[in-house]
């Protein structure tokens, strides 16, 4: 019987969810095709009419996870205010990841970048996002200080360090929440990422103050 387009994209789905969940607990090196399709309840062959390998898998995943979050960020950049709009973009993205799968991928990165050169695409995923999200970043701190958003005497690199602290060790909450449970992290990230903006747009990072 020949498939309804709703019934590939939801196998579509149940072979990324599945993999992202092996990935995680075993693994990227270590999971097979061969698992992930008997987890699925698929033959290897099925999975091939979805994804040509592997990797093919985790750059699915990091388009679906990741990639939407990329465009808000660019759409914000282009706001009026867009040094605000830009913290609250980032806000909406820190409140999804007490999500189960995105919080999977989030710790199936962070775990395993330590063995990058053992799983490459992992490193490769990991760096294109994360050079994008620098360029954003970069890009937000000038076009807020060209616009009088923030001090135009801001130290733009203090800044951006500023940013990435927050975000890294937010991050760093969800991989290993110690007794904070993720549900926890998402309720505080706003306040913390306000005032990571606010102190900013105060003068804290300006050149005088150094």
């Known amino acids: ?45 099925a999975i091939y009419w979805h994804f040509k390998d592997k990797s093919d898998i985790l750059r699915a995943l990091g388009e679906y996870y990741l990639q939407p979050h990329i465009q808000k960020m660019a759409q914000a950049l282009h706001h009026e205010n867009s040094w605000q709009e830009s913290c609250e973009t980032l806000i909406v993205l820190f409140s999804h990841f007490h999500d189960p799968q995105r919080l999977r991928l989030v710790h199936l990165c962070h775990t395993q970048r330590g063995i990058a050169a053992e799983n490459s695409d992992i490193y490769q995923m990991m760096q294109h996002y994360g050079n994008i999200w620098e360029k954003q970043l970069r890009e937000l701190i000038e076009r807020a200080c060209a616009k009088a958003e923030i001090p135009d005497n801001t130290n733009q690199a203090l800044a951006l ?50």
């Open 161 to 210: 360090i500023q940013i990435g602290c927050t975000l890294s060790g937010l991050i760093d909450l969800f991989v290993k929440p110690l007794a904070i449970t993720p549900q926890e992290i998402s309720r505080y990230a706003p306040h913390i990422l306000r005032q990571t903006f606010a102190n900013i747009a105060a003068g804290q990072c300006c050149e005088p103050c150094l």
């Open 1 to 45: 019987m020949r498939r309804t387009k709703a019934e590939a994209e939801q196998t579509r789905q149940d072979i990324l969810h599945t993999a992202l969940q092996l990935f995680d607990e075993q693994g990227y090196t270590a999971t097979t095709l061969v698992q992930i399709a008997k987890q699925v309840g698929l033959t290897r062959g």
